[in-house]
């Protein structure tokens, strides 16, 4: 069964630093994964998508992700964060009957 | 354009009640998805609704849980005889057609707290 794994539930960063977060996937085929945001008490934001093509995809917010078919990874990046990127942070992949499969969150927080 | 809507935001149930949740999709689009998160716990599919029809409930809860997505009017996510262990926030997701690309909108959710 497809499934994701996001290894880190909390990551801390100092606003101003670079940020990766973390993402596995189990999949079969060529997967299309997503990466989204939720911010406190808001519903959930795409931030970008990888379907094929160039396997580093660039989304809003500055965000980009990279996709590594050899280690099965599609972490997220970017370069320096600001206190606004606090939130929650879920990859998923889209499965064989086109549904989401969620990783757990990773929430970000941000120290000034 | 507006968004997905939910309603209510919150929602605040004791043991055994019921509990409607409700999903207006963004116009136009014919397919709705209901997720639940659980705190600590990333989402979970629930059910995939096109108008009128359940194409697949393989999250659903077999029992209390119930969806609709009439011709008219919102879909709903419907909970009977609520227990605690239902306190989630429960998100909608649109599109327009099937979701092949994942490119579903999401509502803001609504947080059901049992007491």
Not at chain 1, 25 to 41: D, E, H, K, N, R
Not at chain 1, 70 to 89: C, G, I, M, T
Not at chain 2, 3 to 24: D, I, K, T
Request: glycine share 8%.
């Amino acid at each position: 069964a497809q499934s994701v794994t996001q290894p880190d539930i909390h990551i801390t960063v100092s606003e101003g630093a670079s940020l990766e977060l973390r993402c596995n996937y189990s999949y079969g085929a060529t997967p299309y994964l997503f990466w989204y945001v939720q911010s406190p008490g808001q519903g959930l934001q795409l931030l970008l998508k990888y379907f094929s093509g160039d396997t580093l995809v660039q989304g809003i917010k500055g965000f980009e992700a990279e996709f590594k078919r050899s280690q099965s990874s599609f972490n997220l990046r970017k370069p320096s964060v600001h206190w606004s990127d606090a939130a929650e942070y879920f990859c998923a992949v889209v499965d064989s009957n086109y549904q989401l499969i969620w990783g757990a969150g990773t929430k970000l927080i941000i120290k000034p | 354009n507006a968004g997905v809507m939910q309603n209510p935001r919150h929602l605040v149930r004791r043991r055994g009640q019921e509990a409607r949740l409700r999903c207006s999709p963004v116009k136009g689009h014919s397919h709705v998805y209901w997720y639940r998160q659980l705190p600590e716990e990333g989402l979970k599919f629930m059910v995939y609704l096109q108008k009128e029809n359940i194409i697949d409930e393989s999250g659903m809860p077999k029992e209390r849980f119930s969806a609709e997505f009439p011709k008219e009017g919102p879909s709903i996510l419907r909970i009977q005889q609520v227990v605690r262990g239902d306190s989630a926030a429960y998100f909608c997701a649109s599109s327009p057609e099937l979701a092949g690309e994942g490119t579903q909108y999401f509502g803001p959710g609504t947080r059901l707290l049992v007491l």
